[in-house]
């Protein structure tokens, strides 16, 4: 492949380059600032001094946040939910997006059913009704009403379901001749070759069992059992140094709201920000091309 090496391309590549960089930079500026904020002492913060590199240097902010048992308790909660709703999500869009990707002569009725999959994302039960179900159910105040209500992302079945679609018929048709069934095809074929598409639906299911909060406040009581950004819309807005004793007063007075904000923000993200990369590289991983050759 030739490329074009003229002074338009390069002025044109280094414009493109430029501009990405740009972006990225002001993508990752809101979390540097809050890293910095995180670091700083609380007069520093509250003088407004910090920018994009901590004042004062200090981890206060942080023996305050791994300090208080209601934080790590809501921290585990949420990744107990990501851990189990995610597994669970995942086993039943694969389930439910290979049948809907084949046609009316394997599947009767394939359509109609591909329409009221998708008739819930227009239109839902409605917020009184999902609560009434979940209460009748029992499930109040258990972890299973963060995890059963999202148990099968549609959105993601559809994608799912479209990249089955773009496989190749002829990886199927030779392990039906071969006597494998339908169940043997899916997971020995299907699921290995989708694996780019299943990391992206994963990461969908894993950051939005991560940051979602009005559930928590809608389906728990009792604020042990809330999720950890639940936990943090409720609690964030008043400062908390109640799990501070009395002979930490030096880590009181290096303290502020805006650092112990900033603490359990980062805290929070931080671990969709280490997942991330290591599923980054399956959405640019071409595994389907080659697997069928003419």
């Known amino acids: 492949m030739i490329t074009s090496r003229s002074p338009g391309r390069k002025i044109f590549v280094a414009c493109n380059y430029t501009f990405l960089l740009f972006i990225s930079v002001l993508c990752l500026m809101p979390i540097i600032h809050i890293l910095a904020l995180s670091f700083s002492s609380g007069s520093a913060a509250a003088a407004g001094q910090v920018t994009l590199w901590p004042v004062d240097f200090t981890t206060a902010a942080y023996q305050n946040v791994f300090g208080k048992p209601e934080y790590l308790r809501a921290f585990w909660v949420s990744i107990q939910r990501v851990v189990l709703g995610t597994s669970i999500s995942m086993v039943l869009m694969i389930i439910t997006a290979y049948p809907l990707s084949k046609d009316n002569r394997q599947l009767r009725l394939r359509t109609l059913y591909a329409w009221v999959f998708v008739f819930t994302i227009l239109f839902s039960g409605g917020l009184i009704p999902s609560y009434l179900t979940v209460k009748?159910?029992?499930?109040?105040?258990?972890?299973?009403?963060?995890?059963?209500?999202?148990?099968i992302p549609v959105f993601n079945v559809i994608l799912l379901l479209n990249f089955y679609r773009s496989l190749p018929k002829e990886l199927e048709e030779s392990a039906r001749i071969d006597g494998a069934s339908h169940f043997t095809t899916l997971w020995k074929i299907y699921v290995p070759l989708s694996l780019p598409a299943l990391a992206t639906t994963?990461?969908?299911?894993?950051?939005?069992?991560?940051?979602?909060?009005?559930?928590?406040?809608?389906?728990?009581?009792?604020?042990?059992?809330?999720?950890?950004?639940?936990?943090?819309?409720?609690?964030?807005?008043k400062m908390d140094f109640r799990f501070i004793k009395a002979e930490n007063v030096e880590l009181l007075l290096k303290l502020s709201d805006r650092t112990s904000r900033a603490a359990q923000i980062f805290v929070a993200a931080f671990p969709i920000l280490i997942v991330y990369p290591f599923l980054q590289r399956f959405f640019i991983k071409g595994i389907v091309m080659g697997s069928v050759k003419e």
């Open 202 to 237: 994963g990461l969908f299911t894993m950051v939005g069992h991560w940051n979602s909060w009005f559930d928590g406040m809608l389906y728990m009581n009792h604020t042990e059992n809330y999720p950890l950004q639940t936990f943090l819309q409720t609690v964030i807005i």
């Open 136 to 151: 009748s159910l029992g499930l109040i105040d258990t972890l299973w009403a963060l995890v059963l209500p999202t148990a």
